[in-house]
Structure formats: structure tokens, C-alpha cells
């Protein structure tokens, strides 16, 4: 059975730090992309930052510079590391894995999905 599942989210003050993860089960860590996507409430699902498994990264303009994306082969995860985080980044967080790279940013790109975390920030 294929399946994600994340973990880390909660509730923090802005300015804080939170750190996710995301550990797969029943899929092999090669030639797939990982990925960290977020909703708000009301608002359409969004691309956070995208891993590839050969190490390649890629961020959302608006989360660069305070988010690290990373991974563990071995463990079969990936990591969200949220630092300085500001009310606007309150959303569930959803792990994602997919095949394509044509474009790491579109949710249609993955098909597996988690069940989401979610992340609250406070002014």
C-alpha cells in the first residue's frame, strides 16, 4: 500500500520555526519528485517547495529564504524546515510525490498524496 504521512504541524507564534515531515511508505525513493503543498482556508492548494530524489530543489517565491526542503534516502522522507513564519503561512501542508518534471509547482503533476498537517501561525 502506498502512502505518506506527515507530521511536525502545529501552532506557533510568527517569527517561529516548525519542521515537517513526511515519511513514504510502499514507493521507491528513485526518479520521483517529493514535494510540500499548502491550502488555506478558501484559497486554492499551492506549491511550497519541490525535491527531486537526486537532490535538486525548488521554492516558491514567497517561502525562499525561510524554508529548507530536504530529504533522507535512506528513511524514505522529506523535510520542510519553516523558519521566521508569518500568519500567511497558516495552511494545511500536504506531502506529495509525482513523476513529472514538467512542472513542480502544479498539483497535478503528483498522484499520491498525504493526508495533510496542519500549521497555524500567530501575530
Known amino acids: 500500500q502506498v502512502q505518506l504521512v506527515e507530521s511536525g504541524g502545529g501552532s506557533v507564534q510568527a517569527g517561529g520555526s516548525l519542521n515537517l515531515s513526511c515519511v513514504a511508505s510502499?514507493?521507491?525513493?528513485?526518479?520521483?519528485?517529493r514535494a510540500w503543498f499548502r491550502q488555506a482556508p478558501g484559497k486554492e492548494r499551492e506549491a511550497v517547495a519541490t525535491?527531486?530524489?537526486?537532490?535538486?530543489?525548488y521554492y516558491t517565491d514567497s517561502v525562499k529564504g525561510r524554508f529548507t526542503i530536504s530529504h533522507d534516502i535512506a528513511k524514505n522522507a522529506i523535510y520542510l524546515q519553516m523558519n521566521n513564519l508569518k500568519p500567511e503561512d497558516t495552511a494545511i501542508y500536504y506531502c506529495?510525490?509525482?513523476?513529472?518534471?514538467?512542472?513542480?509547482?502544479?498539483?497535478?503533476?503528483?498522484?499520491?498524496w498525504g493526508q495533510g498537517t496542519q500549521v497555524t501561525v500567530s501575530s
Open positions: 506529495a510525490a509525482g513523476w513529472s518534471g514538467t512542472n513542480v509547482f502544479s498539483a497535478a503533476e503528483f498522484s499520491i
Open positions: 510502499g514507493l521507491p525513493y528513485q526518479k520521483n519528485y
Open positions: 525535491i527531486y530524489w537526486r537532490g535538486n530543489t
